[in-house]
C-alpha cells in the first residue's frame, strides 16, 4: 500500500487486497463475521473476517488483514496549536490529516470532547481500518 490519504474504505480494501492476493474495490468487497485479535496468538494477522465478491455472495471465503496503529501513523506528542473552535477530536482531524498525509474521519476516530493539554486520540472500535490511540499535545491558549 503506498498512500494513506484515502478514505477509509478505500484503505480497506488495499489493506485486504495486499493482505491476500485478491484484487477488490469498495464496491465490490463484502464483509460479515469480523473478529479483531487483540492479543498475542498463533494468528498472523489482528483481524479477520468472511469475504466475497458482491456480484458471488455464496462464495465466501476468510481473509486476514492487519489494521493501522494510529501511533505508526501520528507522532506521539505532536503539538496542535490552540484554536478556541477545537472542542472535539474531529475538530483535529485537519490538522492531523494535513500534517501526516492521511485522511482520517470522524468515524475512524472516537468523537471524545478536547480542552487543552494532552489528548489521547483513539480507533473507533468499528473501524475496519484503525486501531489503537495515540497521544497528541493541545497547546494551551496564548
Known amino acids: 500500500m503506498s498512500e494513506l490519504n484515502k478514505p477509509s474504505k478505500q484503505l480497506l480494501a488495499e489493506l485486504i487486497n495486499t493482505s491476500n492476493g485478491v484484487n477488490y474495490t469498495p464496491e465490490t468487497l463484502g464483509l460479515s463475521d469480523m473478529e479483531v485479535y487483540t492479543e498475542e496468538g498463533p494468528q498472523v494477522r489482528n483481524t479477520t473476517a468472511m469475504a466475497w465478491h458482491t456480484s458471488k455472495p455464496d462464495r465466501k471465503f476468510r481473509i486476514y488483514w492487519d489494521r493501522l496503529a494510529l501511533q505508526d501513523l501520528i507522532t506521539p506528542n505532536f503539538t496542535i496549536?490552540?484554536?478556541?473552535?477545537?472542542?472535539?477530536?474531529?475538530?483535529?482531524?485537519?490538522?492531523?490529516?494535513?500534517?501526516?498525509?492521511?485522511?482520517?474521519?470522524?468515524?475512524?476516530?472516537?468523537?471524545?470532547?478536547?480542552?487543552?493539554?494532552?489528548?489521547?486520540?483513539?480507533?473507533?472500535?468499528?473501524?475496519?481500518?484503525?486501531?489503537?490511540?495515540?497521544?497528541v499535545e493541545l497547546a494551551e491558549p496564548a
Not at 89 to 104: G, K, M
Open 81 to 135: 496549536p490552540y484554536d478556541a473552535d477545537y472542542a472535539k477530536v474531529e475538530d483535529l482531524l485537519p490538522v492531523l490529516n494535513e500534517e501526516f498525509d492521511l485522511a482520517l474521519a470522524a468515524d475512524d476516530i472516537r468523537n471524545d470532547d478536547i480542552e487543552p493539554g494532552v489528548i489521547t486520540i483513539r480507533a473507533n472500535v468499528a473501524s475496519l481500518v484503525y486501531i489503537s490511540q495515540v497521544n
